[in-house]
């Protein structure tokens, strides 16, 4: 299903075979300037032990982790994904209402070609003037709303900026890497050993853990009234 967010009339949809139908007759998508391609994701948080092999390792729930992330300093955290490339996260708010997180990410590349000006009167072309030191920068809206005492949320991702769901991981990984550097949060990252070992001062054993991030396609037939 093609799903296009438009400014004025909300979330509209294509079935698949709809879609497949205009390709094949060479029908070109034309959306307006207020439209999106939107992708929907099921995100899912997932533990993995450092220190102790548990093959089930504890792990907390997604509002857990939106809670510890969302009470730092989300906005500025960056991901480079190569010398070229500059993944930032721009804004960060919580819509108490809908109850989600309103993410805006700006992806800049400096590998991207200069933009042009074209005058309509006099028909010169202008180069935009990008420096070595700048890139191209476009931004992606991901709204993320968590499934209650879950392991996992539904993730919106508008199309075009090059915000992939690789991206969305590794973006959160990052920021769950913010959250272990806090003090406070200590908690979230140990957790006792299963069989209630405890060491020769008679303290219980912990273990520590990894957090990461897993996308998949969100599958649904109710897709409007699931978000």
Same mark, same amino acid.
């Given at each position: 299903?093609?799903?296009?967010?438009?400014?004025?009339?909300?979330?509209?949809?294509?079935?698949?075979?709809?879609?497949?139908?205009?390709?094949?007759?060479?029908?070109?998508?034309?959306?307006?300037?207020? =439209?999106?391609?939107?992708?929907?994701?099921?995100?899912?948080?997932?533990?993995?032990?450092?220190?102790?092999?548990?093959?089930?390792?504890?792990?907390?729930?997604?509002?857990?982790? /939106?809670? *510890? +992330?969302?009470?730092?300093?989300?906005?500025?955290?960056?991901?480079?994904?190569?010398?070229?490339?500059?993944? =930032? +996260?721009?804004?960060?708010?919580?819509?108490?209402?809908?109850?989600?997180?309103?993410?805006?990410?700006?992806?800049?590349?400096?590998?991207?070609?200069?933009?042009?000006?074209?005058?309509?009167?006099?028909?010169?072309?202008? *180069?935009?003037?990008?420096?070595?030191?700048?890139?191209?920068?476009?931004?992606?809206?991901?709204?993320?709303?968590?499934?209650?005492?879950?392991?996992?949320?539904?993730? /919106?991702?508008?199309?075009?900026?090059?915000?992939?769901?690789?991206?969305? =991981?590794?973006?959160?990984?990052?920021?769950?890497?913010?959250?272990?550097?806090?003090?406070?949060?200590?908690?979230?990252?140990?957790?006792?050993?299963?069989?209630?070992?405890?060491? *020769?001062?008679?303290?219980?054993?912990?273990?520590?853990?990894?957090?990461?991030?897993?996308?998949?396609?969100?599958?649904?037939?109710?897709?409007? =009234?699931?978000?």
């Amino acid at each position: 299903m093609l799903s296009q967010l438009d400014g004025n009339q909300g979330l509209t949809t294509t079935p698949i075979k709809t879609c497949r139908k205009r390709m094949r007759e060479g029908e070109v998508f034309k959306m307006k300037n207020r =439209e999106r391609l939107v992708f929907f994701y099921d995100l899912t948080i997932q533990s993995r032990s450092r220190n102790l092999d548990i093959a089930r390792p504890s792990c907390i729930t997604f509002e857990v982790a /939106m809670d *510890a +992330i969302s009470k730092g300093s989300p906005v500025g955290t960056s991901l480079p994904r190569r010398s070229s490339e500059l993944i =930032e +996260i721009a804004d960060w708010k919580f819509d108490a209402q809908s109850e989600t997180h309103q993410l805006l990410v700006n992806r800049a590349d400096s590998s991207v070609a200069d933009p042009a000006f074209k005058n309509f009167k006099t028909k010169t072309v202008r *180069a935009g003037g990008k420096t070595r030191d700048e890139g191209i920068d476009v931004s992606t809206h991901i709204v993320v709303r968590v499934n209650k005492n879950s392991q996992t949320a539904l993730v /919106m991702v508008t199309y075009g900026a090059g915000v992939t769901a690789a991206v969305v =991981e590794k973006l959160f990984k990052r920021l769950m890497k913010n959250v272990r550097a806090v003090k406070r949060h200590a908690a979230l990252f140990h957790f006792a050993e299963p069989g209630g070992a405890i060491d *020769a001062d008679g303290k219980p054993i912990t273990y520590e853990v990894d957090y990461e991030f897993v996308a998949s396609g969100h599958q649904s037939q109710t897709l409007k =009234e699931d978000i």
